[in-house]
């Protein structure tokens, strides 16, 4: 009886991690999609391109609601957004985007 509850417990376990591993690769793929929407929308705004940084919003709204309810670290999705506003304007875009996203830890290496 002892082991039969004991391995129920190891295999609860090994389940939650496994479930836990698979949320965090979620949260960084969905992490990675927004940052790249947000960029598209920093550039089209800059550009006046009013179409694109429209289709960015709604993206950007859909991405960060999937982010959300995957209970994804929020904070670290917002550091990546102030980081490409904030860091190196002279670094080319899609560096310091992947720059940013290594920084908050949602780069996914």
Do not use: H
């Not at 391109?49 to 309810?69: C, G, M, W």
């Not at 957004?81 to 720059?99: G, H, K, M, W, Y």
């Amino acid at each position: 009886m002892t082991r039969l509850i004991l391995g129920s417990l190891a295999a609860l376990t090994l389940t939650a991690s496994v479930a836990t591993a698979q949320t965090a690769g979620r949260c960084s793929l969905v992490g990675q999609m927004a940052s790249s929407v947000w960029l598209e929308m920093i550039q089209a705004l800059g550009d006046n391109k009013a179409p694109v940084v429209e289709s960015a919003i709604t993206r950007l709204d859909a991405l960060t609601a999937t982010y959300d309810r995957l209970d994804c670290d929020q904070d670290a999705l917002n550091a990546v957004f102030d980081c490409v506003l904030t860091e190196d304007p002279n670094s080319a875009p899609r560096v310091l985007l992947r720059q940013c996203m290594t920084k908050a830890g949602i780069a996914g290496e």
